[in-house]
């Protein structure tokens, strides 16, 4: 097994972690109360959250005294209401370069989450790993 040490990784990029689990996004409440703080309607769109009494509304049309009904939130089509197929905040910045549209907001699932960290979150698709398991002792010629 490399070495995971999640300080000294770092993310390729490549997308295939967000293409994967994209579609299952799940923000806290004081993610919603950030985006709803700073106005981020363009991230609110495309969240519905369901209330104690078991009513869904948008989250953009949630106010801040509402915070405390919510039981759960999902990601959700802005114009449909159906669930999203992929990460609406996931763009193509090349050939193989993916990067998130919302990275200095992310929900604090997508900024907790680290694919080579054994036991908890690993995803033996990601290519960083792919890249570390090239470079390490054994696999050197």
Known sequence: MPDTDSDSMECAQCGICCKVFGDSISPTIENVYHWIEHDRADILEHFSACKNDGSWTKCSELEMGELSDVISIELRDPETGGYESRCPFLKRASRERYICSIHLSKPDMCN??????????????????????????????
Do not use: A, M, V
């Open 112 to 141: 907790n989450y680290k694919p080579w960290i054994w036991g908890e979150t690993y995803f033996r698709r990601c290519r960083t790993l792919t890249r570390l398991d090239q470079t390490t002792f054994w696999n050197r010629s």
